[in-house]
């Protein structure tokens, strides 16, 4: 009986992030190869504020990054956004927590020049998100090659030919 209450007082595990770290150093590194690389900012850990799965997501993502990332010896720290609030505030990169990704996140990223980056393939393929990364089986990088242009966002050749442009 003891033991049973010991488990019910017990704190919960942390939630995992839709990014797992192999995939935020992929990112950080990915960043090193943008022309120009961001030298300064920070970088959004955008959620839908709406939606508390993506708000616990962000804060998975967020706890990953241990405050940031490190890009070409720039420090980028990390901040949590709501989707609503992207616009203006000095964001280098905003990396999408599920839920998130949507028409309003697109047009945000793209009137703030900035990349935006997601798990979520399907929101690269429809426009919402400019690159999505998995390291699932091995590392995929697919990058939304008119979403990257709307933004201003631009990376040097020898990345895009590493990567899967559509």
């Known amino acids: ?17 839709s990014l797992s770290v192999p995939e935020l150093q992929t990112i950080g590194r ?18 839908n504020p709406g939606d508390p799965s993506s708000q616990r997501d962000a804060e998975a ?8 990332l490190d890009v070409r010896g720039a420090h980028l720290p990390a901040q ?8 203006g505030g000095g964001f280098a990169v905003a990396i999408s927590a599920a839920g998130a990704n949507g028409p309003a996140l697109g047009a945000a990223v793209r009137a703030a020049h900035i990349l935006c980056i997601t798990a979520e393939l399907p ?8 690159m999505a990364v998995s390291t699932d089986l091995r ?11 709307a933004s201003g966002v631009s990376f040097v050749p020898a990345f895009r030919m590493m990567i899967r442009e559509i």
């Not at 009986?1 to 992030?17: D, G, K, N, Q, Y």
């Open 1 to 17: 009986m003891l033991a049973a209450v010991a488990a019910l007082s017990a704190p919960l595990p942390a939630a995992a992030a």
């Open 30 to 47: 990915a960043l090193a190869f943008m022309q120009p690389p961001p030298s300064g900012g920070r970088v959004a850990v955008v959620f």
């Open 61 to 68: 993502i967020a706890g990953e990054l241990s405050g940031g």
């Open 139 to 149: 590392v995929q990088i697919v990058l939304n090659h008119a979403v990257a242009a």
């Open 123 to 130: 929101a690269v393929e429809a426009g919402f998100c400019t």
């Open 80 to 87: 949590l956004v709501p989707a609503d609030a992207l616009a």
